[in-house]
């Protein structure tokens, strides 16, 4: 995860009391975002199928392990906030998903999605430079209306979203095609960034009647 991307989740829970919360990244990576959590008061933990970036996190002292959701559910574990990053496009039922982390939540507890969203101005302008479109990965794609449609149909609603923009590099050596091609991406994905239609979302989610 972007280091920079994590401090901004972080700031926009919108949760009053920020000390003692307990944290749970669900595809935590290497760490970064638990890392983060942690310098600011969060109790944190983390769930990470990777091997290689499991150890990473276990090397920062953190408490990550590659539990299934369901398996802290049978712990009768709950949290404050519940983070993921670039996940649920990767699953093939992200409502189930969605309905085991909210069981996880306390009642007043956020969800918080990072998705790429293909509503932005780079992929709708320039969809061929938009490094977002993963079929070959991904399940789905998202905007911020299926989020919310997802949502909705796994006992949730959207609170409150925040746009962001995927990183894109800018670049000086390579072909003259690729060079024009990645830095106009650049380009207008930091205009879209400015006009607020960046391509990346941080959609925070409550429980319905939380």
């Given at each position: 995860?972007?280091?920079?991307?994590?401090?901004?989740?972080?700031?926009?829970?919108?949760?009053?009391?920020?000390?003692?919360?307990?944290?749970?990244?669900?595809?935590?990576?290497?760490?970064?975002?638990?890392?983060?959590?942690?310098?600011?008061?969060?109790?944190?933990?983390?769930?990470?199928?990777?091997?290689?970036?499991?150890?990473q996190s276990r090397?920062?002292?953190?408490?990550?392990?590659?539990?299934?959701?369901?398996?802290?559910l049978a712990q009768d574990l709950k949290f404050d906030?519940?983070?993921?990053?670039?996940?649920?496009?990767?699953?093939?039922?992200?409502?189930a998903i969605l309905n085991t982390a909210r069981k996880l939540l306390n009642p007043s507890g956020v969800i918080v999605l990072a998705q790429a969203s293909y509503d932005g101005l780079l992929p709708?302008?320039?969809?061929?430079?938009?490094?977002g479109w993963q079929p070959e990965e991904h399940f789905w794609h998202f905007n911020p209306s299926s989020v919310a449609?997802?949502?909705?149909?796994?006992?949730?609603?959207?609170?409150?979203?925040?746009?962001?923009?995927?990183?894109?590099?800018r670049f000086y050596f390579g072909s003259v095609k690729d060079l024009i091609g990645r830095n106009i991406a650049s380009l207008i994905s930091w205009i879209g960034y400015k006009l607020n239609q960046g391509d990346?979302?941080?959609v925070y989610l409550k429980k319905i009647n939380s």
């Open positions: 995860m972007n280091y920079l991307y994590g401090e901004k989740i972080l700031e926009n829970v919108p949760i009053e009391k920020k000390s003692n919360l307990k944290l749970l990244d669900f595809g935590c990576g290497d760490g970064t975002l638990l890392k983060i959590a942690r310098s600011r008061g969060y109790i944190v933990r983390g769930l990470e199928l990777s091997e290689d970036l499991l150890a090397a920062s002292n953190l408490n990550v392990t590659s539990e299934s959701l369901s398996e802290l906030v519940i983070t993921m990053s670039s996940v649920v496009e990767h699953v093939g039922d992200p409502e709708r302008v320039f969809p061929w430079g938009w490094y449609a997802l949502a909705l149909n796994s006992g949730l609603h959207v609170q409150k979203i925040v746009r962001d923009r995927l990183p894109q590099k990346m979302v941080f």
